[in-house]
């Protein structure tokens, strides 16, 4: 078991959806995430610290992402006495559409687990992670917490049982990341959408999701290409973020493999098969958002591949 020194983990961003797979497909990015340490405290149970970079996050570990993960995964283990003292260092900002509030609660989970001597494996802790972000915004899939924890594109068959796949990331995949810096609330995104699709837009998006899957598993640019339309969920969406059809468009013009919201918003991605499209789509994004008066950040990366890591 860990000491008062304790131990340093990294959570890392993630795109939930990739437009086809509402709440059954994500993506996990490079660089940016949030960061735990983990050490023995000095009275009985689990207790945050200090939340560095953020104030308005609460210490109270049922209403913590990253407290609540951890609870979750003490309790399994008849822990919730044990001393433990937790910083997070809220490194993203919170409601961008990159998976922020997934990334504390498989921080938090992952750096308790590693601190007591990985009790359990990462598929193990998924449920507590998802647990810890559902704190969040009260609704429980695992398109997010799954790629942080385990990197690489993850597919989820169902968000209850959370049986999940990797799926295969061909090489040289990337994706240009989007923040224009204006608040999408993901509880307000999530209810704006209808419980009723038609027919055709389930026949139009499995068979896009299908394709998109093969296409990975081909390492076929072409055949993603060709399916990265979102027949349900972005046309519903689309308009809480500015200049979404302006900004698509470029991007598609730019031949982007897809471009579409990044979770529930307000970062947008796209899907790109070399750096110089991805650096253009950024450049593209900069200027179209500066036009408008609205501070705009873009980032390129390739899929991260580990996920969450002890350093
Ligand atoms: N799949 C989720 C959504 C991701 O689009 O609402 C954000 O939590």
Same mark, same amino acid.
Request: hydrophobic residues 40%.
């Given at each position: 078991m860990g000491d008062r020194t304790g131990i340093k983990v990294f959570a890392p961003a993630s795109v939930a959806n990739l437009g086809v797979g509402y709440d059954? #497909?994500?993506l996990c990015l490079?660089?940016?995430g949030d960061e735990i340490i983990v050490r023995k405290g000095k009275k009985p149970g689990l207790h945050i610290k200090t939340i560095y970079k953020n104030k308005s996050l609460s210490k109270d570990i049922k209403k913590n992402t990253a407290g609540y993960a951890a609870y979750r995964l003490l309790e399994s283990l008849n822990l919730t006495e044990e001393p433990i003292e937790i910083d997070l260092f809220k490194n993203m900002s919170i409601g961008t559409g990159l998976g922020s509030s997934a990334a504390s609660a498989v921080a938090g989970v992952f750096g308790v687990n590693s601190f007591l001597g990985s009790p359990?494996?990462?598929a193990e802790i998924l449920r507590f992670a998802t647990?810890?972000?559902q704190v969040a915004d009260g609704s429980f899939h695992a398109d997010n917490v799954a790629p942080s924890l385990l990197g690489g594109i993850i597919l989820i068959r169902d968000n209850e049982s959370l049986d999940w796949t990797k799926l295969p990331t061909p090489r040289g995949l990337l994706a240009c990341v989007i923040y224009p810096k204006v608040?999408? #609330?993901t509880s307000e995104s999530?209810?704006?959408l209808s419980e009723n699709v038609s027919l055709d837009s389930v026949i139009a998006q499995t068979g896009n999701l299908a394709t998109f899957v093969a296409g990975l598993f081909k390492s076929d640019f072409d055949l993603i290409k060709k399916s990265m339309t979102d027949h349900i969920i972005e046309p519903q969406r689309a308009h809480l973020i500015p200049h979404f059809a302006e900004m698509k468009k470029q991007a598609l013009a730019c031949d982007a493999l897809g471009f579409s919201i990044s979770g529930a918003g307000p970062s947008m991605f796209a899907l790109c098969n070399n750096t110089i499209i991805a650096e253009n789509i950024a450049e593209k994004a900069q200027q #179209?958002?500066?036009d408008q008066g609205i501070e705009c950040e873009c980032f390129i990366s390739e899929i991260n591949p580990q996920g969450a890591i002890k350093y």
């Open positions: 059954i #497909l994500g490079n660089d940016i359990y494996t990462k647990e810890g972000e608040q999408v #609330l999530r209810a704006i #179209l958002y500066s």
